[in-house]
């Protein structure tokens, strides 16, 4: 008998630790119909939602959708108050997550009453954290649960007749949809004559990036000469030390400089002139690839930020250029984009 009930208390606590270990969803019950709330569930925001198109799935009595977190910053003493995060052994404090995704699912259960059910369902770490974060054993504080429980049941769908004259003034004319159905049209034979461009991989990059990352400053222009093998030319410059700054020419298609100005400022700068996709950069970049949208994504962590800027062609005209910068430790990176695609980085001691 005693052995009984020591294994009733064992199965028990058994029970009790699996049911900590590993149980992620929150379920509650909303007094209103399934298809309000299938209409306002895509109202829902906070700091870290996004106004992007989401996936659903639905059914005569369910409904299923996903809310997305995303760049969520772990550091010592400024965590994110979304997800409790598990690390493997040796790992940095330091962490940052792409995209958690919680699953939101309604279960009819009368004209007026509807379950609601809550589950952690994926983590995207980014590429510095991918190996150092624990997806499988990462939880959910239950903060975003309590948010989106909170905004169903006190959420209050207002319109004013002036947002609701303004939705019908903006419904598109035959112009507009004509418009829009060429505009797709040129974007998918944009796509189609992308996919015909070769990418090859520059042996000259893989061996000037050999660490997979930015050079560091500060260096010399020896340091590029020797990754080179290639002699520079030494160019006049006034405002840099010593006079001169110092170009590399790469396979026809590449051109770098590096120069120490006199106000202190150092950098680098590497610029893509060819028409090809060409690999070996640090960071799974890609000349005439990547584009800025991809780069400020890939990036989060930094804080990239992507703006428009213009250039000088020449003393009486100027071209727009797209940029995403951000500080890398204490460098500071620019990547512009000349063509939507990745065309120059530049690397310097200060911000430009």
Known sequence: MKLKSNYKLFAVISSLCFSLSFA????????????????????????????????????????????????????????NPYLSLALNKGAKPKQFIERASWMVTFKKISKKSTKVT????????DRWSKKEVDVK???????????????????KKTKSSARATADAAAEPTEVDIAAAEAQAVAQMEELDNRKLIQQTTSKKLQTLFGKKQFITLPTTADTFTKLLQI??????????????YSSWDIDEVFNLIYAKMNDGLEYYALQYYGDQKV???????????????????????YNAQLYQTTVEVDANTSSALTVVSFKMDNRFIRLEFGNQYLTRLLVSNKEQ
Not at 118 to 125: A, K, R, T
């Open 24 to 79: 992620q969803k929150v379920e509650f019950t909303v007094p209103e119909n399934i298809l309000v709330l299938e209409n306002i569930i895509f109202d829902f925001k906070n700091d870290f939602t996004k106004d992007i198109a989401v996936d659903a799935a639905a059914m005569e009595d369910d409904f299923s959708t996903t809310v997305d977190l995303f760049n969520l910053k772990y550091d010592a003493g400024n965590n």
């Open 118 to 125: 809550i589950d952690l369902e994926s983590i995207v770490p």
């Open 137 to 155: 054993l990462t939880k959910s504080t239950g903060k975003v649960e309590n948010e989106i429980k909170e905004f169903l049941l006190t959420y």
């Open 231 to 244: 002699q520079p030319s030494e160019l006049e410059c006034e405002s840099c030390k010593g006079g001169k």
């Open 279 to 301: 690999s070996g950069l640090p960071y799974g970049l890609v000349f005439n690839e990547s584009s800025a949208s991809e780069c400020k994504t890939r990036f989060a962590r």
